[in-house]
């Protein structure tokens, strides 16, 4: 019943911009923190952003901080990650994750944190 699909990643040039949406189903996405992860071949999976549902707060990595925005729109059940000014750095399969608690403040970067994962979403920044 729970689900959480990915879905705009892509294959860009460095500088360019993505929009990556989440997408829930089974369950009212708007009633939980959400939090972005990725993971890069041969690297273990990092958390990039969350946003909470109790006050809308925010969180980022420090390397993505000025280039990534998230966002959510709960009548629609999703939660969006913006990002711009992409590097090849970024190159990753990109996760969505449902947050154990309401919150994001504090350490929100760890996995163990979260319960549903979607499937991914590939995103590629190369010349």
């Known amino acids: 019943q729970v689900q959480l699909v990915e879905s705009g990643g892509g294959l860009v040039q460095p500088g360019g911009s993505l929009r990556l949406s989440c997408t829930a189903s089974?369950?009212?996405?708007?009633?939980?923190?959400i939090g972005w992860f990725r993971q890069a071949p041969g690297k273990e999976r990092e958390g990039v952003s969350c946003?909470?549902?109790?006050?809308?707060?925010?969180n980022y990595k420090d390397s993505v901080k000025g280039r990534f925005t998230i966002s959510r729109d709960n009548a629609k059940n999703t939660v969006f990650l913006q990002m711009n000014s992409l590097k090849p750095e970024d190159t990753a399969v990109y996760y969505c994750?449902?947050?154990?608690?309401?919150?994001?403040?504090?350490?929100?970067?760890?996995?163990?944190?979260?319960?549903?994962w979607g499937q991914g979403t590939q995103v590629t920044v190369s010349s």
């Open positions: 994750a449902v947050r154990k608690s309401l919150y994001c403040s504090g350490s929100f970067a760890s996995s163990s944190d979260y319960e549903y």
């Open positions: 946003i909470s549902t109790n006050d809308g707060s925010t």
């Open positions: 089974g369950f009212s996405l708007g009633y939980f923190a």
